[in-house]
């Protein structure tokens, strides 16, 4: 069975807050002092998922497609470092300060490019901005069925079983191929990748494609393309008050802590 | 070089081995006295002889006996030693020049652990139970082969040595070595039966080699009891006395018939005989074999300190990575699996064993052993036969995973009790290091503690997941008083992670800087653009990643005019202490190193430090890091600074120096998750806590971290200000010799 994979690289949601900065003035995200880019977490979850569906079926090819800036290769790599076969970078400079839907839209065009395969995987958002809208989008555009935020997903003969997480419990779904998913966290941690792969991964090439290969006009795609702008970005600050509840007893203290909570309305 | 010359390896000597055999004189002052006394007497009787073959005929059997028997034992190592030859030569590649050159560098070191370690024992006589039990059998051993090949020389030489006075000496030597050997096999039994521990429970090969032992010496006497019974005690009884145990024997057969005490004469002298030709055919085909191969042992061990993991060059060309295969052993590796004598000593220290983990250093070693016999064997066969390697070994278990397990693998300390306690010189660490490696590198098989770890060494560059501090944190607010490593200065101070991004640890970092301004030192820090030097990777198995970040770090240190003879880096962490001083200089560096004990207390000595101001009286236990002293021999420094503080009264712990007990951190298993029974720092907090000492003092950030968190678990009904306290020595140096609050 063959899956395509979108990945994206995001800086690594562990920075510490402190290291965290952003340009208020150009509305950018600074890159903090020594910490890599990675991949985002929920997009090695879905290449895990491309692979166990592979390993399942028993034949196919998991390819790794990628939008960004050069250092998005890296995410491409780490792909093709857990199991990976080819790597598609969509790399142009028309593709800057784009949105969801542009970058959805660039995707599209890259799968139908390489051929829509049975499965397309994206991780259930990017762990940057947190929209979750590009792989819904992306079904809507290749007219695709489609289902989110997964914790398992099984092959049964031709089609696929999914497990969704809903807010009240799990949702299990049937779906026909070609299909979209989206896996969310619960579906379990990525391998980590066998040092041969990740220096054959080194070697590997991977194929760029720019907004022209793909047909697209440098007016669809990037800033120009955009359907949301950004009109402001800066850190929020939050206060933190301490009031230390006093008390003899541990009793008193307690007492005291359930009125100092019914007095900020928390109780 | 201004490593200081206590960080230089000594020669394995060590104090406790010194202790213990001085111990062992007083048992060998009797012994000296009675030889004295009667070498004296014997000059009073004259004419004493005996004859070589007395009674037997057909002697010649035994000469014609003798060459099988060498052949015999030849045959049998070497067929072993083809088993050794499946590992890879001791550098990598063919036996080159250079592998040559690395098994015999340093040859006064190794010559001296040959001697010292092999012929004199040195670590069997840190136990006095074993150590007395082993000199007893080995003396005896010594001493008896002298004297039987000393009898056969004067039988054949024309003139006579063996008369009169010289004979009766001979005699009584022989008899009361006899008597010693005899001691010392029941002391070997007796600890079997007497200490059984399920460790270690005796087999074949024990009882056939103290059986057969005890068994040689008693016909031994027998015969002799026999000889004098028949020819001598009625003729020349002057002269029986002088076998005295040989007399008692004779006169326990007095009643039996001299024609029938002959006949049983006989019997006995071809069972003694014969029995000795068998006994030492045992030497090649059983752990007697460590009479040969211990000494050779002693002289094969690395003279690179025992905290240095070996490189794998060229790691990117490489057909493996770490050992999965016996093949991918080294061939001292292989050697060594059969020089272990299964004597527990590695897994009695072993933190990991101690604490109920499954993890037993012996057993790792035994195991191994077992399958390079099964497997090794097989392997040999097949390379005879000309076939692949591993014909017809598909079915067999894997060795990493099944033969030795991963949790076994994962909760070694990398501590080097084990390599430290070891009577053979077997160094278990690189062993255990380098099947980690395949789990890592080739399998990507490990625990999820020790995948995040990796992972957040490869993306961050430090192994501290989810720290809330960035580089610089330990510096808020003191920045201006933290100077820049501009190049001009004599000393960086490499913070390092742990002491840059974990709260405890900032302060340990903040105490240095304070004593180094106190005692205006020229130093520096690199600001915000410190990566980990790798250890915690190559600790872990992933050597690819330690050499990405070594080269990263180097790279830095080049840039910034660190990477320079005159420059000496200060660290306070004994883990990035060791791998700076003993593992990048494979990686190109040249800058010096130093520890902050080191450091701090020459300028105690100095008087640029002077710790005056008086702390609260209070008696402190110092504990070891196993990669300060055990892996590099730094065990006064520190001590002597707590001994400089007014008010400090330093008392041991039991377990102390070459023989500390690792806090449970090392080998990566900070970040691990441990199983079994107990948690080591659990074990060593109630070390700690024994000694009645108020605070702990050590030198290690880690330590302090496992000391805190075992605190935590053993003093968890202890009211707050009675618990132990755990200070890092340059702490309670900062409390003690700098005034202005820094
Ligand atoms: S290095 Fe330490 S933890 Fe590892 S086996 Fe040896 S004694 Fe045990
Ligand atoms: S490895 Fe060394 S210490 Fe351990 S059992 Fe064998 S001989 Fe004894
Ligand atoms: S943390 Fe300390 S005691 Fe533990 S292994 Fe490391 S240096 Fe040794």
């Known amino acids: 069975m063959d899956v395509i994979v979108c990945v994206k690289q995001i800086p690594d949601p562990e920075t510490p807050a402190a290291a965290f900065k952003v340009d208020e003035a150009a509305m950018q995200v600074l890159p903090a002092q020594g910490i890599s880019p990675v991949i985002s977490p929920f997009d090695a979850q879905a290449v895990e998922a491309a692979l166990r569906i592979k390993d399942a079926s028993g034949d196919g090819t998991v390819n790794i497609i990628s939008l960004g800036p050069d250092s998005a290769r890296d995410a491409i790599k780490h792909s093709l470092a857990m199991g990976a076969d080819e790597g598609y970078h969509l790399k142009d400079d028309a593709f800057d300060g784009g949105d969801a839907w542009t970058t959805a839209l660039a995707l599209s065009k890259a799968i139908q490019h390489i051929g829509v395969p049975d499965v397309l995987i994206f991780g259930r958002q990017a762990a940057d901005w947190d929209q979750g809208t590009v792989g819904s989008i992306v079904a809507e555009l290749l007219d695709l069925p489609s289902a989110t935020v997964l914790r398992a997903v099984e092959l049964s003969g031709d089609s696929i079983t999914v497990s969704r997480v809903v807010a009240d419990g799990f949702e299990n779904v049937e779906l026909p191929t070609p299909c979209v998913l989206t896996i969310s966290n619960e579906f379990g941690d990525p391998r980590y990748p066998q040092l041969r792969q990740i220096m054959q991964a080194a070697r590997k090439q991977v194929t760029e494609l720019t907004a022209s290969d793909l047909g697209l006009d440098a007016s669809e795609v990037g800033a120009a393309g955009a359907r949301v702008q950004m009109h402001a970005l800066y850190q929020p600050t939050s206060d933190v008050e301490v009031e230390i509840i006093e008390g003899d007893t541990p009793e008193e203290k307690a007492a005291g802590l359930v009125n100092a909570l019914r007095e900020a309305k928390i109780l | ?742």
Not at chain 2, 92 to 116: H, M, N, V, W, Y
Not at chain 2, 145 to 164: K, N, R
Not at chain 2, 526 to 539: V, Y
Not at chain 2, 568 to 585: A, D, K, M, R
Request: hydrophobic share 40%.
């Open chain 2, 1 to 742: 070089m201004t490593r200081l010359a206590e960080s230089r390896r000594r020669s394995g000597a060590t104090s406790t081995g010194k202790r213990v055999s001085a111990l062992a004189i007083p048992a060998w002052l009797p012994l000296g006295g009675i030889l004295l006394v009667s070498g004296a007497e014997t000059v009073r009787v004259t004419g004493a002889h005996r004859e070589l073959f007395f009674n037997i005929d057909h002697f010649w059997v035994l000469y014609m006996l003798l060459p099988f028997v060498i052949g015999i034992v030849v045959y049998g190592l070497v067929r072993r030693s083809r088993v050794w030859r499946l590992g890879k030569p001791i550098v990598s590649g063919q036996i080159t020049r250079e592998s040559l050159r690395s098994a015999f560098d340093d040859l006064p070191l190794r010559l001296g652990r040959l001697i010292k370690g092999g012929g004199g024992t040195e670590r069997v006589l840190r136990d006095p139970y074993s150590g007395v039990m082993h000199l007893c059998i080995m003396s005896s051993m010594i001493v008896l082969f002298l004297v039987t090949a000393l009898l056969a020389i004067d039988d054949y030489i024309p003139v006579d040595i063996l008369v009169g006075p010289r004979y009766l000496g001979y005699s009584l030597v022989a008899d009361i070595f006899g008597l010693v050997g005899i001691i010392g096999v029941g002391m070997a039994i007796a600890h079997r039966w007497v200490r059984p521990r399920t460790a270690w429970l005796p087999t074949w090969e024990d009882w056939l080699i103290l059986g057969g032992l005890g068994a040689l010496l008693i016909t031994g006497f027998l015969v002799e009891g026999l000889r004098i019974h028949t020819s001598e005690i009625d003729v020349n009884p002057e002269w029986s006395y002088w076998s005295p145990v040989g007399y008692v024997v004779a006169l326990m057969f007095s009643g039996v018939r001299v024609s029938a005490a002959l006949d049983i004469h006989q019997v006995f002298w071809w069972i003694h005989m014969v029995g000795a030709l068998s006994w030492i055919t045992l030497l090649g085909y059983s752990k007697l074999n460590h009479l040969i191969l211990a000494p050779a042992n002693a002289f094969l061990k690395r003279t690179s300190a025992p905290g240095k993991l070996d490189m794998i060059p060229n790691i990117e060309e490489q057909e493996h990575f770490g050992v999965s295969q016996l093949e991918h052993f080294s061939m001292k590796q292989l050697f060594e699996l059969d020089v272990c004598v299964r004597c527990g000593r590695c897994t009695d220290n072993c933190p990991a064993d101690i604490a109920g983990q499954p993890l037993s250093p012996m057993h790792i070693i035994q195991d191994l052993k077992s399958y390079a016999t099964a497997v090794g064997e097989r392997k040999v066969a097949n390379l005879v036969q000309g076939n692949d390697l591993n014909f017809g070994l598909d079915d067999e278990a894997p060795m990493v995973g099944s033969v030795v397990r991963d949790e076994s693998l994962w909760a070694c300390r990398t501590c080097g009790a084990c390599v430290e306690a070891c009577p053979v010189f077997i160094e278990h660490v690189p062993t255990i290091v380098d099947m980690r490696r395949s789990l890592v590198m080739e399998e990507a098989r490990m625990p999820d503690t020790v995948q995040g770890t990796l992972e957040t060494l490869e993306r961050q560059g430090h192994p501290w997941r989810g720290t809330p501090y960035t580089r610089d944190s330990w510096m808020e607010g003191i920045e201006d008083r933290v100077p820049e490593w501009t190049g001009e200065q004599d000393y960086l101070y490499f913070v390092g992670c742990t002491g840059a991004f974990v709260d405890r640890a900032q302060e340990i970092t903040r105490s240095v800087v304070s004593l180094l301004r106190e005692a205006d030192v020229s130093f520096g820090v690199i600001k915000g653009m410190e990566s980990c030097n790798g250890d915690p990777a190559r600790r872990l198995g992933h050597e690819y990643l330690y050499q990405i970040l070594a080269e990263g770090l180097i790279e830095l240190f080049n840039e910034t005019g660190v990477n320079d003879e005159q420059k000496t880096v200060i660290t306070h962490c004994p883990h990035c202490f060791n791998t700076f001083l003993n593992e990048y200089p494979d990686m190109g560096a040249k800058f010096q190193v130093i520890h902050h004990t080191q450091l701090l207390e020459q300028l105690v000595n100095q008087g640029r430090l002077v710790p005056s101001s008086e702390v609260p009286e209070q008696t402190i236990t110092y504990h070891d890091s196993c990669y300060l002293g055990r892996h590099n021999d730094i065990f006064e420094a520190p001590r002597r600074i707590l001994e400089q503080v007014p008010n400090v009264t330093l008392i041991e712990m039991p377990r102390n120096r070459e023989q500390g007990l690792c806090c449970g951190a090392g080998g990566g298993n900070m970040w691990m998750e441990e199983q079994g029974k107990s948690r080591v720092n659990e074990v060593r907090v109630e070390e700690a806590v024994a000694t009645g000492a108020e605070a702990a003092c050590t030198a290690c950030p880690f330590c302090i971290q496992m000391f805190d968190s075992g605190i935590g678990t053993v003093q968890l009904d202890v009211e707050d200000d009675d618990k132990l306290k755990v200070l890092d020595v340059a702490e309670l140096l900062q409390a003690a010799a700098v005034s202005e609050s820094d």
